[in-house]
C-alpha cells in the first residue's frame, strides 16, 4: 500500500530587502550638525558608503541609464588622474571624484528606495537644508568674521590644514568678507554652511524651488505662513551675497516654472507668479539692493577675469583633449587656476572634452528625459536641473549641491517610470 503524503508548503521566496530612508535624508535634516562639526566634506561619502552597502545586500537593484553615465564618467576621471602632480592636486581630484561617487550612489539609493521614501519625504528634506541655508546666512551678517574650530579639523594632521581649501572645509567661515580695493566698505558675503559665497549662491538657487515644490504638496496650514515668511527673509542673506550668477539662476528656474504653467492654459498661477517677481524686483530696486550688486563689479571685475581665462582654460585643454590634465593648474596670464570658476571648465579642463561630454549627457540628457513632466510639484522639481544646465557653467558643483540636482532627477525618473504621483 503506498503512503500516500500531502505535498509540503514551501514559503515563497524573499523579496528585495526594504531600504530605510534615514542614510538618504541625514545630510539634509542633519545639515547644521555636520557643519557644525567640520565634517561636511567627509559626511557624504560615508553615508553614500553605507548605503552602498544597503544596495549590495539588497537581493536587487535598478541602475538607471543616467547613472550608469556617471559611472563611466567615474571610470574615464580615474584615468585622467596619471596626469596629476602634487599632494594638493591629488587631494583636489579625490574629492572632486568623491563627491560625484556620493552623488551616484545617491541617485541609485533613492531610484531603489520605493518602500520608505517618495518625493515628499525628499522635499521636506529640502526644506530643513534651506533653513539651516537661510539661518545661517542671517547669522552670517551679524557675526561675518567668525569662523569654526570644529572636532573635525583639530583631528587631522596639520599637514593637512595647512593647505587653504582643506582649512576652508573643517575650520568653515561664516561669510567671506572682501574689501575689493577702492571699495568704501568691506562686502560681508554668506556662505555658510559652504566654505565659500558661490556654495551658498548655487544652494539657494537648487533649494528654492524644491522649497516651493514642497508648498504643493501639502494644504494650506500654517506651516505655508512660514516657509512664506522664511522666503522673504531670504532675501536679505540673499541681497547680501551680491552674487549676480545666483539671482540669473532664480529667474532662470522661476521663468522656466512660469512660462510652462502659461503653456498649459495655467494663467492665474503664472500671472501670480509674474506679479510676485514683479513685486520682488522692484523691492531690490527700490532697496538699493541692485546697486549694491552692481557696485561690487566697479572695483572687482570678475567678469572680465573670467572671459580672458575661460578662453585660456578652452585653448589649454586642446592640447589634451582627451584625458585633460586631471586636476586645475594656474594661468600665469590671469593669475587664477585654469579649471576654475564653473564646473563646466572643471570638467573640460580636468577630464577633457570626453569627461565633459559624459557630465553633459547625464545633465542635460537627464534634464530633457523628464521634460515631459506636467504637475505643478513636478515642473518646481525640474526647474532644479533646468537651471543646472546653465549655472553649472560659472559655479562649481559641491557634493550637496550636486546629490540635491541627482535626487531632483531620480525623482522624476522613478515617477516616469513607476507611474507615481508627482
Known sequence: MALLTSPVARPAPAGPAALPAWPLLTLFYGLPVIWALGALQFAPTLLALFMLVLLVLR????????????????????????????????LGFALRWVNI???????VYYYNAREHLDHRRV???????WTTLVGLGCLALVI??????TPVGLLLPEVLTANELVQDFVFPPLAEVQQPWGAPEPYNRPSAPFPYTNGWGSGFVILTPLVLAYLTTVRFRARHLLVVAGLTVSLVPAVATTNRGMFL??????GYVLVRWALQ????????????????????????????????????????????????????????PLLGYGA?????????????????????????????????????GGTLATLRVRSSTGILVHAVPVAACVFFAYYGLDAVQFILICLSLAVLLRAQRYGEQL
Open 59 to 90: 537581493r536587487s537593484v535598478v541602475v538607471p541609464a543616467p547613472a550608469w553615465i556617471l559611472a563611466v564618467f567615474l571610470l574615464w576621471a580615474a584615468a585622467g588622474s596619471v596626469q596629476i602632480e602634487g599632494l594638493g592636486s591629488w
Open 101 to 107: 561617487f556620493s552623488a551616484t550612489v545617491f541617485f
Open 328 to 364: 586645475p593648474l594656474l594661468d600665469e596670464t590671469v593669475g587664477i587656476h585654469m579649471g576654475t570658476q564653473g564646473y563646466l571648465w572643471t570638467l573640460m579642463f580636468c577630464y577633457g572634452f570626453v569627461g565633459l561630454g559624459l557630465f553633459m549627457a547625464f545633465l542635460h
Open 249 to 254: 539662476g532664480i529667474g532662470l528656474a522661476m
Open 265 to 320: 492654459g495655467r494663467v492665474l498661477p503664472a500671472l501670480f507668479g509674474i506679479a510676485v517677481a514683479a513685486a520682488v524686483a522692484g523691492w531690490l530696486v527700490a532697496s538699493g539692493s541692485v546697486e549694491r550688486i552692481l557696485g561690487r563689479q566697479q572695483y572687482s571685475d570678475s567678469t572680465g577675469d573670467r572671459g580672458e581665462l575661460y578662453t585660456d582654460t578652452f585653448l589649454a585643454t586642446l592640447d589634451s
Open 123 to 129: 522635499l521636506r528634506a529640502a526644506v530643513a537644508a
Open 144 to 149: 561675518p568674521e567668525a569662523r569654526l574650530t
